[in-house]
């Protein structure tokens, strides 16, 4: 019988498949030059590191409803693509002919049948590498190893860099602004919002209890967030236009920073828990190898009853690294569980890993504690929904 954990948790790191569904609704009279789109698309996709197989379907009661499935070897990999700038540039031409998107992610926990089978390869080309044996035996293998508790809230943060000198009047800004309507509809309520700076570098986490993007949709429409963001927009390093698609699209593409790894206790949250962020810039090409570093040491954390960390969520792309702690009593009570790095030598696996290692391996506790201050991000506002809206 499959055991469920008590503690609330979600990771991007099983090491198990990866199971991706992306539902389209296209526009009318689209479907030839969405039919192009995805054609060139498949071929490059085909290519990427840990892609295994893809699979085009349309809908039997609406032909203007697609899905595409795709599977991959870990979420890692995945996310390493659907993050890349090549992936930004190789969706763009969907853009003109899909009206609509919604792309749901699942680990692969268990599975019944004899594997793939002889008409696996891609529907609008010849079979690819994925339909080889190599490829079969990956994807009999790679099973998450058991379920994870949820809570039902979806974790989501975006991130973005301001012109060096308007720090404060940028921080001012995000501190200042009208709370949006928390309520989308009967089903999606945003939850809490969480505003944090590093120098120049943004960084907004939102917590949603139902459908992220219908969320996220929602409060890019509120009159107060939509004044927000027209006041920030002479500060942006990277411009941007939020009137018109495009340019908000791959604003908001390029800033998007997944969560990758969240545990929590579970149960009622004490009352003397405080949020903190830290801000972890990696090596060129480790920014994965840091989240899963982090995150195998919050999973530990949390189920230590001497240890006061309650939850943790861990966001990366690339090599920037934002790890986000629900923390009972002050950030420096333990300075090595807080920086991620207690016991045995993972402090300097650590220094390793980030790209501010040339200050030397933080091994003392007052090293340590330094190291943490240089990390810790200023909160700007940590806002929660009423209980009831």
Known sequence: MTTLSERISQSAFDGSRLRVVLLLDLYDGAQNQFLEVYEHLQK????????????????????????????????????????????????????????????????????????????????????????????????????????????GVVRHALTFTVKPGSEPVVAELLAGYTSPQARVDESTRLRRTSLFMHGNRVVRAVEVEGDLLAA??????QPEVRALEEAINPYLEQDRDLSDPGSAR???????????????????????????????????????ALARLLAGQDEAAVDDPTSPIEGSTVFQRDD????????????????????????????????????????????????????????????ITDRRAPAQD
């Open 44 to 151: 490059q996709v085909s290519s990427v590191p840990g892609h295994i197989s893809d699979e085009l379907c349309q809908s039997i009661e609406n032909p203007s409803q697609w899905l595409i499935t795709s599977e991959w070897e870990s979420a890692p990999r995945f996310l390493a693509w659907i993050n890349s700038e090549e992936h930004v540039a190789s969706v763009q031409p969907l853009h003109g002919c899909v009206r609509d998107t919604r792309s749901l992610r699942f680990s692969v926990l268990r599975e019944i049948g004899k594997g793939p089978g002889p008409g696996s390869h891609s529907p609008t080309g010849p079979p690819s590498a994925a339909s080889s044996p190599a490829a079969a035996d990956r994807a009999r293998g790679g099973l998450q190893v058991a379920p994870r508790r949820g809570d």
């Open 320 to 379: 920037i690294v934002v790890r986000l702690l629900d923390l009972r009593g002050p950030l420096d009570a333990r300075p090595a569980l807080a920086l991620g790095v207690e016991g045995g030598h993972k402090a300097a696996v650590l220094a390793r890993l980030l790209d501010s290692a040339k200050d030397g391996v933080p091994t003392t506790e007052q090293e340590i504690s330094r190291f943490l201050a240089r990390s810790e991000m200023r909160l």
């Open 250 to 288: 791959m604003f908001f593409t390029r800033a998007a920073l997944p969560a990758v790894h969240h545990v929590a206790a579970g149960g009622r949250e004490p009352a003397d828990v405080g949020r903190h962020a830290l801000f972890y810039p990696a090596k060129d090409g480790c920014g994965t």
């Open 216 to 221: 996220l949709r929602h409060v890019s429409q």
